[in-house]
């Protein structure tokens, strides 16, 4: 069997807030159309990584390679060229609240695209439709509810059909049912879209429901990547109290 290509490989990188150091030199692969969950107990570095990652934050050290090209030694205008690729799914979906949800979905396209209106009003459509959310369109981030804005802002995400989406807590502040209904669409997009996607995330269900594959962070350092059940079979003390009591 021909061994897989990562789509992305981050090698020795490191990540400090001042003189602390979060990230400790750490190494992994991710590997396209699969779903990568970042988890470990609060403070061990998840969306510090997924944030460096993303050279949202500069790392201290180290290299991040998206389809062999380091993120870290581009310039701005290639760094963009690589982010277009990508969408990101923020905890709290970050969408402007003083404009609709059309309008929000609107901002990628209008910005990074020289497409006609008629288009874009097209593809706005077509990924509120993917979502599940066609008949919020024109409101506001105010009316709607928790698991809406979500959908909302993943609309966005998708907005320039980015081959990696990245997410970092979709199912914080859901309640189960919105949680699960969440977790099937995001399947749902990976099967469709055939997508590579990485997520952050502490909720239990939504791991064992969506992961292909989990990086488990510990005090900055990765103590395993791979597959769900053979973490539950490597007898690693921190990873048997992650899912034995849910700590996070």
């Known amino acids: 069997m021909k061994k897989q290509t990562p789509i992305i490989e981050i090698r020795d990188l490191t990540a400090k807030y001042g ?3 979060v990230l400790d030199n750490i190494s992994v692969d991710i590997y396209p159309q699969e779903i990568t969950v970042i988890l470990g107990v609060s403070g061990c570095g998840k969306t510090t990584m997924l944030k460096n990652m993303l050279r949202l934050y500069e790392p201290a050290g180290g290299s991040v390679r998206f389809w062999d090209q380091d993120i870290l030694s581009l310039d701005d205008a ?16 970050a969408l402007l609240n003083s404009i609709s949800v059309y309008e929000n979905i ?63 807590e979709p199912s914080a502040g859901l ?16 099967k469709q879209l055939q997508m590579t996607i990485v997520i952050v995330t502490h909720e239990l269900g939504s791991i064992h429901r969506i992961a292909d594959r989990i990086i488990f962070l510990d005090e900055g350092k990765i103590l395993f990547t791979g597959n769900l059940a053979d973490a539950m079979q490597a007898g690693i003390p921190q990873i ?7 700590m996070f």
């Open 175 to 190: 309640d189960p049912v919105t949680s699960a209904a969440l977790d099937e669409l995001i399947l749902d997009l990976k």
């Open 19 to 21: 003189e602390t150091t």
């Open 78 to 93: 290639a760094y963009n060229e690589v982010l277009k690729r990508t969408g990101m799914l923020f905890q709290n979906g």
């Open 240 to 246: 048997d109290r992650f899912f034995k009591v849910g």
């Open 106 to 168: 609107s901002i990628p396209l209008e910005m990074h695209t020289n497409l006609s209106t008629e288009i874009i009003d097209r593809m706005i459509r077509v990924k509120l439709a993917l979502v599940g959310l066609s008949e919020a369109i024109y409101k506001y981030p105010a009316e709607l509810s928790g698991g809406m804005k979500k959908r909302a802002a993943l609309a966005r995400a998708l907005a320039l059909d980015p081959h990696i989406l990245f997410c970092d």
